[in-house]
């Protein structure tokens, strides 16, 4: 089957001895190739050894004929080195896709591998947060068994000091009043006297009462 694609503005056209002339240059010449007949009116065209060998016309026209069967030649020289290069690219192309999903493969177990490192760490990070919150709570409490020993600690030394105090004023308070009961003078006037001196006693005013 010829190619019955419309002719466009500047394309190449060959007209057979018949007149006819409706094809492309190269579709024309992949039909003679095979039918050497025109495709509409099935005019068989002239051998190469026929009586009419000489006619000018068909002498162009197989110049013609052999001219695009070189090119047709040449085309199909560029078109098998270009299904080569093609089949080269592709080859490349799969070799590199392959390679590109082993490393697909690769990166997401790292990223697997990262997660569950990542989640580690983060239980690891609770747990020391915990520990840390234990132990700040550990070192306030002990802060304040430190405070309340030292507080203690002064409650005591101010009772004792208390005690000691009033053990003093009780020893004071006994010896005046065994030093008011040996005194010569009687009791009213020992503590007349102790108040005319606003309970301060000169050396020698105390031998004299006492």
Not at 51 to 64: G, I, K, M, N, Y
Not at 86 to 115: K, T
């Amino acid at each position: 089957v010829i190619c019955q694609h419309a002719l466009a503005v500047g394309d190449r056209t060959v007209t057979l001895p018949c007149g006819h002339s409706h094809w492309h240059e190269a579709c024309l010449l992949q039909w003679l190739v095979e039918q050497r007949s025109c495709p509409i009116c099935r005019a068989r065209l002239p051998g190469e050894g026929m009586e009419d060998s000489d006619d000018p016309e068909l002498a162009d026209l197989r110049a013609t004929r052999d001219m695009l069967q070189q090119r047709m030649a040449h085309f199909q020289e560029e078109r098998q080195g270009l299904e080569a290069r093609l089949q080269e690219i592709r080859d490349r192309l799969c070799a590199r896709m392959e390679e590109l999903e082993h490393e697909r493969f690769f990166l997401e177990l790292q990223v697997r591998r990262m997660g569950l490192q990542l989640a580690s760490f983060g239980t690891r990070l609770l747990r020391l947060h915990s520990e840390r919150m234990a132990l700040c709570a550990s070192i306030h409490f002990n802060e304040q068994l430190e405070n309340l020993g030292i507080l203690h600690t002064r409650i005591n030394v101010l009772e004792n000091g208390q005690q000691a105090e009033a053990i003093e004023e009780e020893a004071l308070l006994r010896r005046l009043r065994e030093a008011v009961l040996r005194a010569p003078l009687p009791a009213t006037e020992v503590f007349h006297t102790l108040a005319a001196g606003q309970g301060r006693l000169g050396e020698e005013e105390a031998k004299r009462v006492f």
